[in-house]
């Protein structure tokens, strides 16, 4: 594990190093943000519960070069560390690098390839202890082409790589996986601000152990409109055909939904908002599909000096006991909410003081249901 990890982190730190040598067009960011906060539950346990202060130090740098007009090169790193003095464990520590190339062969068709790397805690819907790490590392890469005036072609593909530092979740529970996912869709324009689209997605995951291995095939169709310049929005529908090994029953259908819409209200105020409904590999031991429902609504607005905005997520994920392991288990529920506010007053051009607050909720038949509070104040400063 270590080693994957040296490997992973390795490979951006070089990439990152070369752009800078290079002699072309370049832009670095360098922004540092220390918190000092209050979290109520830091075990993500109501029936095993911590709370401690929390003193955070989170680092952000960015690259980005641009080689020509067709060519682009763009890399970010963030490193948090987190004291819990009055927790166990006493820290967490988290890292996200991404590193993503851009470049155009002609005026109709270009190629984008990207890595992103985490290694971080389990997240809130995760069957892992609290103290669980993992890495998860997705590779991928699409290619787009212009047909004619008005149709272009999508092309893409990845590798994605999820390992626990737990082995006894990760390997002997069959949590650690590999997946490869394709797509194809075409985007065509119907009228003037106006396109539709026809896709395909497909994923096959093959976890460790004897878990076996889980494909998804989704057919879609759907739609993107401009109404103005403030509001834009976009819809799909469609269905996802699953075959799954070593469950109770494995092979089933079910309904693909995506839609979202942004609005500008001014140049000031923004909002944003998503629901969904999809398959995937389920994120515990018990079954290997769920079937997710996503809602998500954001808010940002910005005066002067102060910058303000929220958040709110809500995924409910159903497992159904054709997807168990076991024969016998029963179907499952697992809802899982979080709610942000957070501000910021900008006390020169690169200082700024924050604060925040963070509610989260989880209320689940496949793990530990809890309720958490996170309140912080910050100090972010940027060059």
């Not at 103005?228 to 075959?243: E, L």
């Not at 995937?280 to 905005?309: C, D, P, W």
Request: proline share 1%.
């Amino acid at each position: 594990m270590k080693k994957s990890k040296k490997l992973l982190f390795s490979a951006v730190v070089i990439s990152v190093a070369v752009s800078a040598y290079a002699q072309k067009e370049t832009l670095y960011t360098v922004e540092n943000l220390i918190r000092v906060g209050y979290d109520d539950n830091t075990r993500f346990n109501d029936q095993d519960k911590d709370a401690s202060v929390t003193i955070s130090d989170t680092l952000n740098l960015g690259v980005s070069v641009r080689f020509s007009a067709a060519t682009q090169l763009d890399a970010d790193y963030q490193g948090t560390y987190t004291s819990l003095p009055d927790s166990d464990p006493d820290d967490v520590q988290s890292h996200q690098a991404y590193v993503k190339f851009d470049h155009e062969f002609s005026e109709n068709m270009g190629i984008t390839v990207s890595d992103s790397f985490i290694y971080s805690q389990r997240d809130g819907q995760s069957g892992a202890n609290a103290n669980a790490n993992y890495i998860d590392n997705a590779l991928r890469s699409a290619l787009k082409m212009g047909v004619d005036d008005l149709t272009e072609l999508r092309i893409g593909g990845g590798y994605v790589l999820r390992k626990w530092d737990n082995d006894a979740y990760g390997k002997t529970a069959g949590n650690n996986y590999d997946q490869y996912v394709a797509n194809m869709s075409v985007f065509r324009v119907l009228k003037e601000e106006t396109q539709g689209m026809l896709g395909v997605d497909y994923s096959t995951t093959e976890y460790d152990g004897s878990r076996g291995s889980m494909d998804i095939v989704s057919l879609m169709t759907g739609i993107e409109h401009s109404f103005n310049q403030s509001v834009n929005a976009y819809g799909r529908a469609g269905a996802s055909f699953i075959d799954a090994e070593k469950v109770v029953d494995g092979s089933s259908m079910s309904p693909y939904l995506s839609a979202g819409l942004t609005y500008a209200a001014s140049d000031k105020t923004s909002v944003n908002g998503s629901v969904g409904y999809t398959s995937r590999a389920a994120n515990n031991s018990f079954y290997n599909v769920q079937e997710m429902t996503s809602l998500s609504l954001g808010v940002k607005h910005q005066l002067s000096k102060i910058a303000l905005s929220s958040g709110l997520s809500y995924n409910m994920s159903t497992y159904k006991s054709d997807y168990a392991r076991l024969a016998g288990t029963g179907d499952a529920d697992d809802n899982f909410l979080s709610l942000s506010v957070r501000g910021s007053y900008e006390l020169t051009k690169n200082n700024f003081i924050e604060l925040g607050y963070v509610y989260s909720n989880r209320d689940t038949d496949v793990g530990s249901d809890y309720e958490r509070n996170q309140v912080d104040l910050g100090w972010r400063w940027k060059m």
